[in-house]
């Protein structure tokens, strides 16, 4: 069954942010994650809702969302986000 990955990111150093992008990517794509939104244009219809950018992640299992977030490629690229964002995470499985 799907895994999403959902983050909820207020990046505060864009050059820095940079460096963690492209080393998140390569991890996904190593791990048979898709992004389904990156940081894309949006609309509050209901709420507030604190958070500049979202992005959204595709597996097709948790186990697999899983691997992605512990990888060495995803943690070397974790080290790389420290003090650019101010960032939430969450996995959680498709219906």
Request: aromatic share 12%.
């Amino acid at each position: 069954m799907a895994a999403y990955i959902i983050a909820m990111v207020n990046v505060t150093d864009q050059d820095k942010y940079k460096n963690y992008m492209v080393k998140a990517k390569e991890a996904c794509e190593k791990y048979g994650g898709t992004y389904l939104a990156r940081g894309g244009d949006t609309q509050i219809m209901e709420g507030a809702f604190p958070w500049s950018r979202v992005v959204v992640l595709q597996f097709d299992s948790m186990e697999q969302a899983r691997a992605f977030y512990n990888s060495a490629e995803y943690q070397a690229g974790k080290k790389e986000r420290e003090g650019a964002a101010d960032f939430n995470m969450m996995i959680v499985q498709g219906a």
